[in-house]
């Protein structure tokens, strides 16, 4: 079971694509994994022949065990333990014998008579084969009276939508991905102080600039608003490396690298893989590796390097027409910016009142690590990257 991020500690296998005996090659897709951040293929690290299956489908598995073997044909192995199953639940205690012949479970009443309803507009329901609950009733607390029913059968009203049978909830169990980001980000609520600056950039001059670019080219290689803002906010973090820092075992730990977390929502689950040393990578080449992330996340094909190393996280709800929120901050980093949509907004210029297009950005803060005041400063500097764009063009990795 390999590792895929730092959190992992067990994965659960959801299928097997190969059985034993069958060949497989060094790179191919052998089983689906449930990790606690998404389900994504395990390729197989050799060639050879599956010869054994040690966790089978629906089993979980701790990170470094062994859930399979692969060999050469003909090969013996040993034979390994399977996983533990879970242990039952208790079976809970029933009643003896007097207990029960003492006091009987009375039967469940039918629907229609835990419905007010005179008794003549029983007579008549149950004369047409009319479900009582169906109907709404005119007379005193709602009872049903001869005349509803009536009215019902005859078509003079339309009688009230029958409600849906069965239980009037449904329950499930949370997935692995939905438990360890309740997990994460209630640890992260209650450890991190949490503070939040906002600040309003203009987008004109960088959707000129994006026009610019993307006129003509590849659709594979556009450039998107979102690739904007990463390269602003990884060149600003170079001046504030209290916000591209952790809190780890009560030491400050500043990173080196700039790593971002790039949160991208799926059915399963909200996850952040990373785009390694951002700083050091031109526009075209974030752009690149974030669309690569995104594909891969879609298709399941993420790997376990994807999810490691993130020092600082970029959330993006503007695709979804979000004016502006404040996001939670994924542990153990330091900070995370909140982006909201660029929209056409009334603005007062020299006096006057003109339109242009504005973008909010909120930076959620560990109290702990850093300030309000340094916050402003980082977001101060990601604005004036985006309102300058060709900085993003022309600034020098190093």
Known sequence: MPKMGDAMTEGKVLQWKKRPGDAVSKGEPIAEIETDKVNVDLEAEDGGVLLQIVVGEGETAEVGSTIAVIG???QKVEPRPKAQPAKPEPQRAQPDAAT?????????ARPDERVKAS??????????????STIRGTGPDGR?????????VGGGRQSAPAAPAGAEFEEQPLTKIRQTIAKRMLDSKQQAPHFYVSITVTMDEALRVRQQLNAGGNDRRKISINDLVLR????????FPNLNAALVNGQLRRHRRINLAVAIALPEGLIAPVIHDADRKSLAAIAEAARALGERARSGRLRGED???GTFTVSNLGMYDVDSFVAIINPPHAAILAVGSAKPTPIVKDGKVDVATMMNLTVSGDHRVTDGAEAA????EVKRLLENPVLLLTEAAR
């Open 119 to 132: 008794p003549v507009a029983r007579k008549v329901a149950a004369d047409h084969g009319i479900d009582l």
């Open 307 to 309: 999810y490691e190393g």
């Open 232 to 239: 602003a906010a990884a060149l600003a973090l170079r001046s």
């Open 72 to 74: 050469e044909p003909g």
């Open 377 to 380: 400063r980082f977001l101060g």
């Open 100 to 108: 029960s012949s003492a006091a009987p479970t009375p039967p469940a």
């Open 144 to 152: 049903i009276t001869k005349e509803d029913v009536e009215a019902a």
